[in-house]
Structure formats: C-alpha cells, structure tokens
C-alpha cells in the first residue's frame, strides 16, 4: 500500500505511530482465523427392519479442519445420540480422511423399549407425501486450534460453535436412482406413472458396448401408491438391496420401481402403462433380456403377477411376498407356468390374503404345477436371520429341484413375525438366498 510521506517532524511522528499501529493490526488480523458452519444435511438410510431412519448430518464449514480437533462429544442433536465423527473434503458419505471442511456426525435415536422398531420409522402404514424432519443441531462451545489444526487453548484459529435447523435430506442408496415420469395416452388422455430406475456405473448411456445386465422390477405395497416418487423406496429396503455396493459388486443390475398412482395393485390402466415402460428401458439400456425379474410386496404382487402374464416371453423369475392376490384362471396359469415362482406368506396372515396364496398354488396343481411348499409343521421361523433363514431357504430350493418344480410356496410360522405377520416380506427380502435363487433364474 502506498503511503504519502510527511517530511515534518510532527507529521512523520504521527505517520508513524498510526503505520505501527496498522501494522499491529493487520498481523492480528492474519493471525486470526475464524472457521464457521455453511449448511447442515440430514443423511437416511432404508433398513432392513422397515422404513427410513436417520443415519447422520453432515456438516459444511466455510475451511478445512483436522479430524484430531473434531470430538463427536462437541456436537448436541436433539433427541438423538451422537455416536460418532469423520471428516473429509469429498463431502461422501463413509469417505474418511485426516482433514476437510465437511465433519459427519453419526447419529442413534435413544431406544425406547415399547416401540423399538418404529422409533424412527417414517412411513408405517404409507403416506402420500414424505418430509424430511427437522433436526437441531449444534456444536457447543467454540474449538481453538494451533498452525496445525489442533486443538489448543492458545491456538489462532476458532471454529465457531452454533446452533441451527437441518431439514434437507440426501437418502443412502435411494437417491442414486434416478427418478422419471412414464406417461401414455388412456381414453384420449394423459395417464402418467412416477417411476425410479437404478442403472449401474458406466451404463448411463445405455451401455451398449458392455455386458448385458439383469433386470429387477419392483412393484411396491398398496400403502406407497401416489406420485410422490419416494414411498416405494423409502418404506422397506426391499428394492434397494439390489443396488447397494455389495449387491452390484457381484451382480450388477438395473432395478426399476413403477409407483402405482393408486393405493392398489393389478389394475388398470396402471400395468399396461408399466410394462409399456419396461418395454421402454428394456430398448433404451443394455438388459439382458434372458434376465428380467419381477419382484412385488403385498398389493404389488397383484401388479408383478399380471405383469408375468401380459409379457411371460420376458420375465425370468418372480419374487411375490406378503402376497395379496387376485384369483387366477388356469388359462392364466398356463400362460406363467413356465416362470419359476416364489410365493411367501405368513400362515397368520388374514384369511382373505391367505386364501388367495392357497388359491394360487392349487390352481398351480389343477394344469400340473405342483408346489415345493414348506407349510404346516415345514413353515420358516421368521425369527432367524442370516446364516440360519439362509438354510431354511437352501433347503426348500434343494426340495423344489428334487421334484422337478418351479414353483415355490412358503409360510412363515405363526407369531414368528413381529410386529405384524404382514410384515413377511421385510424377512423374506432380506434372505440372501432367497435372492440369489432369484437371480439363478434365466430363460
């Protein structure tokens, strides 16, 4: 900076008295630093255990800070735990680093023993329009930190403590599918269905230079029915375990979600506009078209049934669990009989929806397509999981390949389904078994 010169003595005493004092400023200035929080966001994952449950927030701060100065007991979230922290520059969910100006904060809700499994269930029963909650979120006292970013009493950089509101929501592994509207013409009008489709990395173009790839289609529960484009995702992991990391790894695959405008399954013009669309996805990417499955949960093993029969020359195996069904005809039944089938229920599950699967697996047997079914003292313990339901899985396809059948039929036991023998489904899509059997399936 340019300075006029004085040449009074009076006048150069004053000129440096004040360039000294200036001086001594402008090295505070430089040698304080104050680090403050941009923004707040609200991370949730889909459990196996149904429904969306808050994961964590991620924290923007206006410059980089070091992990050793960040202490996960510094943070305050209302109602919630926080159990944990990391930092990095990517702003990526479980990407860990010695420093970066985005701090994660690992969050648990306090168990409350006489509703833990809808403690922080968003969507028990369906609702049309999902809000991501409000959270409050604050880091207690300032943190001082050293040249080297840590922490230090007599340090020369602060992080600022705060208190704000986090409302916005990124939704692990939910929000990597991308998300569409399919419409088509109906009675002179536009009739339109909401839809979300998962493509695996590098075939956002299509893909048509690469390996072809299964296809899974979801039919969602009649409780996730609207236009919102979230619910079916949202309500139960039941799609999204085909997308996850670990699932791709091994099997790469497209999963598409058609969302049943209305809060029901099979009818029309909802089916045909859906398999219209996967006619459509099926010509715009790679799929292999030997491996497409349907998959449905409660009312939308109406619509993945009705599905096999508009377009049985397509579908490779269906998974139906909760089941909730139409009767079928044997005319119907001829024309499926040939894609293998795995119904699942629970042997408490009302009587109107039990006698629809009972329906089905008899009018099976009455074209010749006799059950490989673990019913009666045979039923699954719903309460084991991993390793253990796996078996019980291995050993019903073991008896389905001894008789020569497709077609597979499971109870789970009475009250070994907790809270609501309804919830059948949450166990049998999450039995890795269960799913590998499907994707064994070609035509």
């Known amino acids: 900076m340019k300075r006029r010169m004085y040449y009074s003595m009076l006048g150069l005493s004053s000129l440096l008295l004040i360039g000294c004092a200036s001086a001594a400023m402008a090295a505070e200035t430089d040698e304080t630093t104050t680090i403050e929080v941009v923004s707040a966001l609200n991370y949730?994952?889909?459990?196996?255990?149904?429904?969306?449950?808050?994961?964590?927030?991620?924290?923007?701060?206006?410059?980089?800070?070091?992990?050793?100065?960040?202490?996960?007991?510094?943070?305050?979230?209302?109602?919630?735990?926080?159990?944990?922290?990391?930092?990095?520059?990517?702003?990526?969910?479980?990407?860990?680093?010695?420093?970066?100006?985005?701090?994660?904060?690992?969050?648990?809700?306090?168990?409350?023993?006489?509703?833990?499994?809808?403690?922080?269930?968003?969507?028990?029963?369906?609702?049309?329009?999902?809000?991501?909650?409000?959270?409050?979120?604050?880091?207690?006292?300032?943190?001082?930190?050293?040249?080297?970013?840590?922490?230090?009493?007599?340090?020369?950089?602060?992080?600022?403590?705060?208190?704000?509101?986090?409302?916005?929501?990124?939704?692990?592994?939910?929000?990597?599918?991308?998300?569409?509207q399919y419409t088509r013409q109906v009675d002179g009008e536009d009739y339109s269905i909401m839809y979300r489709l998962y493509v695996p990395e590098g075939y956002e173009n299509g893909g048509a230079d690469l390996e072809a790839l299964p296809m899974i289609i979801y039919y969602h529960g009649g409780g996730e029915g609207g236009n919102n484009n979230v619910m079916p995702t949202l309500d139960s992991r039941s799609a999204l375990n085909f997308a996850e990391k670990e699932w791709q790894a091994e099997h790469p695959c497209f999963v598409l979600v058609p969302q049943n405008p209305i809060k029901h399954g099979g009818e029309e013009p909802f089916v045909s506009t859906a398999v219209e669309l996967i006619e459509q996805v099926l010509?715009?990417?790679?799929?292999?078209?030997?491996?497409?499955?349907?998959?449905?949960?409660?009312?939308?093993?109406?619509?993945?049934v009705a599905t096999d029969i508009a377009i049985p020359d397509k579908i490779a195996g269906t998974l139906l669990a909760s089941a909730a069904m139409f009767e079928y005809t044997e005319e119907n039944h001829e024309a499926i009989k040939d894609i293998p089938t795995w119904l699942i229920t629970a042997a408490d599950e009302i009587p109107r929806r039990l006698d629809a699967s009972e329906a089905f697996v008899a009018t099976a047997a009455s074209i010749g397509r006799e059950a490989a079914a673990n019913v009666g003292e045979d039923s699954w313990n719903g309460f084991l999981s991993g390793y253990a339901a796996e078996q019980q899985a291995e050993k019903q396809i073991a008896l389905a390949n001894e008789m020569g059948t497709n077609l597979l039929y499971t109870h789970y036991q009475i009250n070994t389904v907790e809270p609501d023998f309804h919830l059948n489904y949450l166990r049998a899509f999450n039995n890795m078994s269960v799913l590998e059997w499907l994707f064994a399936q070609s035509k």
Not at 133 to 153: K, R
């Open 283 to 304: 010509t715009d990417y790679h799929v292999d078209q030997n491996r497409v499955y349907t998959m449905g949960t409660s009312a939308g093993t109406k619509s993945a």
């Open 44 to 180: 949730a994952e889909t459990r196996a255990d149904q429904g969306n449950y808050i994961a964590g927030i991620r924290l923007e701060y206006s410059d980089e800070v070091k992990a050793a100065a960040i202490d996960y007991t510094s943070y305050l979230v209302k109602g919630y735990n926080v159990v944990g922290s990391y930092v990095n520059n990517t702003g990526e969910w479980g990407d860990c680093a010695t420093s970066g100006k985005y701090v994660f904060l690992l969050v648990e809700e306090p168990l409350n023993t006489t509703s833990a499994m809808y403690k922080t269930h968003t969507n028990f029963g369906g609702f049309d329009h999902y809000t991501p909650p409000v959270l409050y979120v604050s880091q207690l006292s300032n943190i001082v930190v050293n040249d080297e970013g840590l922490v230090d009493a007599e340090g020369t950089t602060t992080i600022e403590a705060f208190g704000m509101q986090s409302a916005e929501e990124y939704n692990l592994i939910a929000d990597e599918f991308q998300t569409g």
